[in-house]
Nanobody, 117 residues
Framework: QVQLVESGGGLVQPGGSLRLSCAASGIIFSINNMGWYRQAPGKARELVAT???????NYADSVKGRFTISRDNAKNTVYLQMNSLKPDDTAVYYC???????????WGQGTQVTVSS
């Protein structure tokens, strides 16, 4: 059974930093793309950042220059370093991955990030 376990969320003041981690287990096939999405109250889930197995990255315009996505293929883990956090970054953050061959997207349970003074 595939499991994605996120950690690292919490409460931080504006301008602060957090580092999210997501460790995947139970994966039979090779992990292809990994990513982070977020959902704020009353809003749709949106892409934050993605990273391919080879390390190519993609970011939402709203987080470019502030967030960095990375991964450790040996540990089946993806990270999201979030700097210069703003109140608008407040949301539940979900990690996501797919495999090669593609079966379906897999999602974590989410971790709450709250940016407030």
């Amino acid at each position: 059974q595939v499991q994605l376990v996120e950690s690292g969320g919490g409460l931080v003041q504006p301008g602060g930093s957090l580092r999210l981690s997501c460790a995947a287990s139970g994966i039979i096939f090779s992990i292809n793309n990994m990513g982070w999405y977020r959902q704020a109250p009353g809003k749709a889930r949106e892409l934050v950042a993605t990273i391919t197995r080879g390390g190519s990255t993609n970011y939402a315009d709203s987080v470019k220059g502030r967030f960095t996505i990375s991964r450790d293929n040996a540990k089946n883990t993806v990270y999201l370093q979030m700097n210069s956090l703003k109140p608008d970054d407040t949301a539940v953050y979900y990690c996501n991955l797919d495999t090669r061959p593609y079966i379906r997207p897999y999602w974590g349970q989410g971790t709450q990030v709250t940016v407030s003074s």
